[in-house]
T-cell receptor, first 108, second 119 residues
Framework: SQQGEEDPQALSIQEGENATMNCSYK?????LQWYRQNSGRGLVHLIL?????REKHSGRLRVTLDTSKKSSSLLITASRAADTASYFC????????FGTGTSLTVIP | GAVVSQHPSWVICKSGTSVKIECRSL??????MFWYRQFPKQSLMLMAT?????????EQGVEKDKFLINHASLTLSTLTVTSAHPEDSSFYIC???????????????FGPGTRLTVT
């Protein structure tokens, strides 16, 4: 079963703009992870944020976590065409459940 | 570099045949591994948990006789799609958990996936 819900389901922006994706989940978590998947390819791990962390940065990525609202957001700044992909949040400890995903299209 | 591998990366088979997909953790041991299925433009659905030394645990709605899982060692799990049919065509991905640096929480490492096409 799926644990998380991403919103929006699809997002289209111009290159250089920022992209924000949100993820909501249902149960308590140890950590939350964001993944990218290019069309027809495997998953690429982007960032992990632990339940006791509120914000984390990695390059052009910024992730926030609000455990009281059971939600997380992924911000990609200064987007590039190469960022076009589907983005998933995933929650769990030893076992993992994925959200529904956001399809991001960055227009050159 | 990759820490979880899958083989094959793609396979085409005829309806009625069986296909085995391997998932290996390359530099760590995993007593559990997970198998997911992904339909085009959809999210990953957890199919089952592979347990080393015991039976796999299947998610609701997944046919255990259809998708046979064997966790042969601490670094290898296999998924066999038996008597495959066109509706079994999908992208199958495995993952293995490893404790994140500093201990405490687990981080999942995913294989690159296997694309199965049943004709």
């Amino acid at each position: 079963s799926q644990q998380g819900e991403e919103d929006p389901q699809a997002l289209s922006i111009q290159e250089g703009e920022n992209a924000t994706m949100n993820c909501s989940y249902k149960t308590s978590i140890n950590n939350l992870q964001w993944y990218r998947q290019n069309s027809g390819r495997g998953l690429v791990h982007l960032i992990l944020i632990r339940s006791n962390e509120r914000e984390k940065h990695s390059g052009r990525l910024r992730v926030t976590l609000d455990t009281s609202k059971k939600s997380s957001s992924l911000l990609i700044t200064a987007s590039r065409a190469a960022d076009t992909a589907s983005y998933f949040c995933a929650t769990g400890g030893n076992q993992f459940y994925f959200g529904t995903g956001t399809s991001l299209t960055v227009i050159p | 570099g990759a820490v979880v591998s899958q083989h094959p990366s793609w396979v085409i088979c005829k309806s009625g045949t069986s296909v085995k997909i391997e998932c290996r953790s390359l530099d760590f041991q995993a007593t559990t591994m997970f198998w997911y299925r992904q339909f085009p433009k959809q999210s990953l659905m957890l199919m089952a948990t592979s347990n080393e030394g015991s039976k796999a645990t299947y998610e609701q709605g997944v046919e255990k006789d259809k998708f046979l899982i064997n966790h042969a060692s601490l670094t290898l799990s296999t998924l066999t799609v038996t008597s495959a049919h066109p509706e079994d065509s999908s992208f199958y991905i495995c993952s293995a958990p490893r404790r994140a640096s500093g201990g405490g929480s687990y981080e999942q490492y995913f294989g690159p996936g296997t694309r199965l096409t049943v004709t």
